[in-house]
């Protein structure tokens, strides 16, 4: 199965920008939707974003769209998530993952079956 694993959160202050990485690695890691999702705790996982590497345009749920940036090298089976302007509302755990490819990959918690580790994010204001 295709292994994640994430890098690049940290600690910021409100306004700052991060950059996460997602590599893929083992059977199945091209022709796989990737996503992006974070869960603070206490509450449930959503969705951030998701693309097809190599495919169409990305999507976003609408709380970082315009903040948020996902993107791929699909030669290097990474995906990457730009945050710029964060809030600490964005503070959580931030989960990679990967699911079938689709038409549109969308970052709905249902469609994915495998998840890296997670790494945090703590944004203080």
């Known amino acids: 199965a295709v292994q994640l694993v994430e890098s690049g959160g940290g600690s910021v202050e409100s306004g700052g920008s991060l950059r996460l990485s997602c590599a893929a690695s083992g059977p199945g890691a091209g022709g796989a939707c990737m996503a992006w999702f974070r869960q603070a705790p206490g509450k449930e996982r959503e969705g951030v974003a998701a693309?097809?590497?190599?495919?169409?345009?990305?999507s976003y749920h609408d709380s970082v769209k315009e903040r948020f940036t996902i993107s791929e090298d699909n030669g290097k089976n990474v995906v990457y998530l730009q945050m710029d302007n964060l809030k600490p509302d964005d503070t959580a755990t931030y989960y990679c993952?990967?699911?079938?490819?689709?038409?549109?990959?969308?970052?709905?918690?249902?469609?994915?079956?495998?998840w890296g580790q997670g790494t945090q994010v703590t944004v203080s204001s």
């Open positions: 993952a990967a699911g079938p490819a689709a038409r549109m990959c969308m970052p709905t918690v249902a469609d994915y079956t495998t």
């Open positions: 693309i097809l590497p190599g495919g169409g345009r990305p």
